[in-house]
């Protein structure tokens, strides 16, 4: 009898701890992220790093980033040494795991010669393209045969006016970066192809897990009180939860 009643309290005890290791949410998440301007500066602010802190200070937990370039974010969480990487794609990497939530969307720009045709998603496949290395692009606009990936933003318009290129694909915000430092901005034109949900990538850890739960119990009270609607507001930005 001595020994039943010892096996049921070891037993209650192991209940008790694993469901404590259940309920402690981490006290910081770990974030890599490229540097974009407003939006995810190396400083801290931008409507990005808003966002994510609205989701998890107010339930104690400290966002913490390290600014790296993409395809780097993207390895720092496939090798757990962040909680998460910044900005990606669904289902993009198949290694890491992604929320129900979205928190944000790229609204996607091509940028080209004022005196080309303005591409469609249709006629996108007709041309030659170029973004940036990493993006994957191919795999969420359609028809896409002829891309080539840069390393970085600063020869775009060299590229487009040398005629290397025949349209540039990038975010809004990075389409307009690289337009407002042309000598003639009325020589490029900018044309709206694709809105992608932007997510955070999680990495596949117990630690991750438990933080991507909490993001999207987080995001399901956001959105649902129109919490996050300001902050969009304060940057400029369209608010992209409005269907839900």
Known sequence: MARHWLMMVLALFCS???????????????????????????????????????????A????????????????????????????????????LL?????????????????????????TLGNYRLAWVRGYEYQAYLPNVRRYNEVVRRTGILSMLIHNRADYYIDALTEVDYIVRRAKDPTQFRRTHIAELPLYLCFANTPKARSLMALFDQRMEQLVKNGQLKPIFERWKQPYPFDTH
């Open 16 to 58: 008790l701890a694993q469901a404590g290791e259940a309920a402690t949410t981490p006290s910081v998440i770990h974030l890599a992220s490229e540097e974009w301007e407003d939006y995810t500066a190396a400083d801290g602010h931008g409507l990005g790093w808003d966002v994510l802190r609205e989701v998890f200070e107010p």
């Open 60 to 95: 104690g937990v400290k966002v913490d980033f390290r600014i790296e370039p993409y395809t780097r974010s993207i390895g720092l969480a496939q090798r757990g040494e962040v909680d998460a990487c910044v900005g990606g794609y669904r289902n993009e990497v198949s290694d």
């Open 98 to 122: 992604y929320p129900h939530w979205n928190y944000d969307t790229d609204h996607i720009y091509a940028l080209g010669l004022a005196t080309n045709p303005a591409p469609t998603p249709e």
